[in-house]
């Protein structure tokens, strides 16, 4: 008969059974920001990548250009 012990004790039993529990709401919202932070570590990275890789193919393209692009050949 333990059921009807529990009818209408619930803001007491919240607050002893679940004392210092992350609720669902909490840990959706935790999750969402982690996942949140990490896509813009993420963005953060692929743009700083190919902010590089640009700089890299507009040295190589002006060496290439005026001609003084190391050892390529015999004599070069």
């Known amino acids: 008969m333990a059921f009807f012990g529990l ?3 619930d803001r007491q039993m919240a607050a002893t059974t679940y004392a210092g529990k992350e609720s669902a709401t909490e840990k959706r919202l935790r999750k969402e920001a982690e996942r949140s ?3 813009r570590r993420s963005h953060q990275r692929s743009v700083v990548k190919a902010d ?5 193919w507009a040295d190589k393209e002006r ?14």
């Open 63 to 76: 060496e290439r250009q005026e001609g003084r692009g190391g050892r390529r050949g015999w004599f070069s």
């Open 7 to 9: 009818i209408g004790n």
């Open 52 to 56: 590089r890789d640009g700089w890299k």
């Open 37 to 39: 932070a990490q896509r």
